[in-house]
T-cell receptor, first 115, second 113 residues
Framework: DSGVTQTPKHLITATGQRVTLRCSPR?????VYWYQQSLDQGLQFLIQ???????AKGNILERFSAQQFPDLHSELNLSSLELGDSALYFC??????????????FGPGTRLTVL | GESVGLHLPTLSVQEGDNSIINCAYS??????FIWYKQESGKGPQFIID?????DKRQGQRVTVLLNKTVKHLSLQIAATQPGDSAVYFC????????????FGTGTKLQVIP
């Protein structure tokens, strides 16, 4: 158990809908990262937050957005969903954003299925 | 652009043999490298890391080798066990400005009993 929790574990929805994925980082970790993992694909970095502020952006679509709240939990919002958005979405946390090494601890993921 | 890739998508190894998983990276400025293991249905799990000022680092049954000249990273697993069956990702980390981690596609390790 990494200490990172994600809810829900599974999510099935229809095209055009909007969903929110939730992540609680490890106790004491200030950075939260979101990743997308499609079938037979590697981990695609979406976005990183540190202590409530956006720190880095990866291949995140404009239909997607995220935020980190004062209690450090984070939410990833996916809107106008398309079939191609079906994937595993992982959240990871780390203690800092600059210090080496910055090992990321991953949650169990949310499996999103868009029908 | 920056990319991290793996030479072999699938590796089959006999139980008890040693496994070697390879990774190539393209950003010569990357200063920290990590290997993750992802079992089916789970999130990636940290295995071992190495900084760019090192060539080799050993853990329990695992060794990571870094060759900066050819930008190559490898993970060696000694006496491979069925529980080692998983997808292995290498990741490169460039800390200039902010942490930027790029993951490779992954290599699936299948251990044959």
């Amino acid at each position: 158990d990494s200490g990172v929790t994600q809810t829900p574990k599974h999510l099935i929805t229809a095209t055009g809908q909007r969903v929110t994925l939730r992540c609680s980082p490890r106790s004491g970790d200030l950075s939260v990262y979101w990743y997308q993992q499609s079938l037979d694909q590697g981990l695609q970095f979406l976005i990183q937050y540190y202590n409530g502020e956006e720190r880095a952006k990866g291949n995140i679509l404009e239909r997607f957005s995220a935020q980190q709240f004062p209690d450090l939990h984070s939410e990833l919002n996916l809107s106008s969903l398309e079939l191609g958005d079906s994937a595993l979405y992982f959240c990871a946390s780390s203690p800092t954003w600059r210090e080496l090494p910055d090992t990321q601890y991953f949650g169990p993921g949310t499996r999103l299925t868009v029908l | 652009g920056e990319s991290v890739g793996l030479h072999l998508p699938t590796l089959s190894v006999q139980e008890g043999d040693n496994s070697i998983i390879n990774c190539a990276y393209s950003n010569s400025a990357s200063d920290y490298f990590i290997w993750y293991k992802q079992e089916s249905g789970k999130g990636p799990q940290f295995i071992i890391d190495i900084r760019s000022n090192m060539d080799k680092r050993q853990g329990q049954r695992v060794t990571v080798l870094l060759n900066k000249t050819v930008k190559h990273l490898s993970l060696q697993i000694a006496a491979t066990q069925p529980g080692d069956s998983a997808v292995y990702f290498c990741a490169e980390n460039f800390s200039g400005g902010y942490q930027k981690v790029t993951f490779g596609t992954g290599t699936k390790l299948q251990v044959i009993p």
